[in-house]
C-alpha cells in the first residue's frame, strides 16, 4: 500500500506547484494591467503602488531610483499634451523562486495622432503582504 502512496504524493505535489506557477503569473499580469490603467487614467501619485520601495530603473541614461523614476513619471503629466494610451502585451512571466519573479514583454504608448512608441521591458518583482511589487526594471 504503501508503494502506492508515493506517487500519488508526487502527483499532489505537481499538481499544487503548477497551481503556485499560475498564481503568480496571473497576479503579476493583474499588476501589469493595474499600472497601465493607473497610467491611462494619468494617477502618479497611485502608480507608486506598483513599485517595491527599493525600485531602480536600469536605462540607457543610468540607474535610477525610485524617488527619480516618480518625479520623471510627474513630469511628463505635468507637461500637458498627449501622453499616450499604454498598453502591455506579450508578457511572459517566470518564478525566481518563492519571493521573486521576473516578467518581460512589450509596452506600448498609442498616441492620439497615430503614432506609437513600443519597448520590450524586463521586471523583477517581490513577493510582499500587498502583491508584487516592482523592484527592478531594465527598459
Do not use: C
Amino acid at each position: 500500500m504503501k508503494r502506492y502512496l508515493a506517487p500519488f504524493a508526487l502527483l499532489v505535489l505537481a499538481v499544487f506547484a503548477t497551481a503556485a506557477v499560475a498564481d503568480t503569473e496571473r497576479e503579476i499580469r493583474v499588476a501589469l494591467d493595474y499600472y497601465a490603467d493607473i497610467w491611462n487614467e494619468n494617477d502618479v501619485d497611485a502608480l507608486q503602488g506598483y513599485y517595491h520601495q527599493d525600485f531602480v530603473l536600469v536605462n540607457d541614461s543610468g540607474v535610477l531610483p525610485l524617488g527619480q523614476q516618480i518625479d520623471d513619471l510627474k513630469s511628463i503629466g505635468q507637461r500637458g499634451g498627449d501622453r499616450g494610451e499604454l498598453s502591455v502585451g506579450n508578457v511572459t512571466v517566470a518564478e525566481l523562486g518563492e519571493e521573486h519573479a521576473m516578467a518581460y514583454g512589450l509596452l506600448s504608448l498609442q498616441f492620439e495622432d497615430g503614432s506609437a512608441i513600443d519597448s520590450w521591458f524586463t521586471t523583477v518583482y517581490r513577493k510582499t503582504p500587498f502583491g508584487w511589487k516592482a523592484i527592478l526594471t531594465r527598459n
